[in-house]
């Protein structure tokens, strides 16, 4: 799941654009390390997703906090770099 984080209006002239924030997971095959807890969240999480249409999904509101809070940071890439997705600026 890829998502990108704005800098809220008003505020654009700090020196930054955005942030974005990739999570690899599987909704079945779970690694061995994923506690029942953290399952439940995951599940939460997508049962969330209500989506409005198949062509164009917007998600009214979704519990976005406790899917990150869960996430082992430790275990991470992080870099420096462009947009990761068209047109790549």
């Not at 999570?23 to 049962?47: E, G, L, R």
């Amino acid at each position: 799941m890829h998502t990108v984080h704005l800098v809220p209006k008003g505020e654009e002239g700090n020196g930054f654009m955005a942030a974005a924030l990739g999570i690899i997971f599987d909704t079945t095959n779970y690694d061995k390390s994923v506690t029942a807890d953290q399952v439940k969240i995951i599940d939460n999480f997508f049962d969330s997703l209500v989506l409005s249409s198949k062509l164009n999904p917007v998600a009214a509101e979704i519990n976005y906090g406790e899917l990150i809070m869960s996430i082992d940071t430790n275990n991470r890439w992080v870099y420096k770099g462009s947009v990761t997705t068209p047109p790549c600026a």
